[in-house]
């Protein structure tokens, strides 16, 4: 099994910068991707983002060219995965899950960070 622990969510203004960290542990050697979903206030979950095991990545139309998705799987133990929001708008405010899909095991959701960009 995966664990994901997602943080540094929070408060920031448009035009800004903030990261965001989803951290897996357990049986990351499993892990065939790992994305980043959204869902605002009555809204639908979105896709944001993913990263392949092959360090190929994707994005949205609607956050491509001011995400950015990376990851540092330096540690045997654990691997984070990382949501670089540049200049994000007060529309990408939301609640952020990680998502791993995995070998063999059933996809897996971290329990979220929220994200609010004031105008």
């Known amino acids: 099994q995966v664990q994901l622990v997602e943080s540094g969510g929070g408060l920031v203004q448009a035009g800004g910068s903030l990261r965001l960290s989803c951290t897996a542990s357990?049986?990351?050697?499993?892990?065939?991707?790992v994305s980043w979903y959204r869902q605002a206030p009555g809204k639908k979950r979105e896709w944001v983002a993913t990263i392949t095991s092959s360090a190929s990545r994707a994005y949205a139309d609607s956050v491509k060219g001011r995400f950015t998705i990376s990851r540092d799987s330096r540690d045997n133990a654990k691997s984070t995965v990382y949501l670089q929001m540049n200049s994000p708008k007060p529309e990408d405010t939301a609640v952020y899950y990680c998502?791993?899909?995995?070998?063999?095991?059933?996809?897996?959701w971290g329990q979220g960070t929220q994200v609010t960009v004031s105008s």
């Open positions: 998502y791993a899909m995995l070998t063999g095991a059933p996809p897996t």
């Open positions: 357990g049986s990351i050697s499993g892990i065939e991707y």
